[in-house]
């Protein structure tokens, strides 16, 4: 299961700003951005799984199940004004990473030799 976790300020941008004290009205308004996604053929529905707001600073993070299509990540932090993307998959997606890497390393090392 890949999540991300997208970096959001809480007072800017512009859309955001009447959102500065209300933690709520922000989820909802970003769970409403995130359902808007068009995902193409194939690709599961992306699904905000929850805010989290940094102490001391006006920055949320959003994490977000299965917002795998790039093009529409760009389009989710463009519209929220969004900092950063951080793309996270959880143990058992990093045990099958280690086992990709491992076919690939041994594709590639056998037709090397």
Do not use: H, W
């Not at 990709?100 to 090392?109: H, K």
């Amino acid at each position: 299961m890949p999540v991300g976790m997208m970096r959001l300020r809480t007072a800017t941008p512009e859309r955001l700003e009447r959102f500065r004290d209300d933690p709520r009205g922000l989820f909802d308004y970003v769970k409403g951005v995130v359902d808007a996604v068009e995902v193409p053929e194939g690709f599961p529905r992306p699904e905000l799984k929850d805010l989290y707001f940094e102490i001391g600073q006006e920055r949320a993070y959003a994490l977000i199940k299965d917002l795998d299509d790039y093009v529409a990540v760009k389009a989710v932090a463009r519209v929220l004004g969004a900092e950063g993307f951080l793309k996270l998959v959880d143990t058992d997606g990093a045990v099958e990473a280690i086992a990709r890497a491992n076919s690939i390393l041994e594709q590639v090392d056998s037709s090397s030799s």
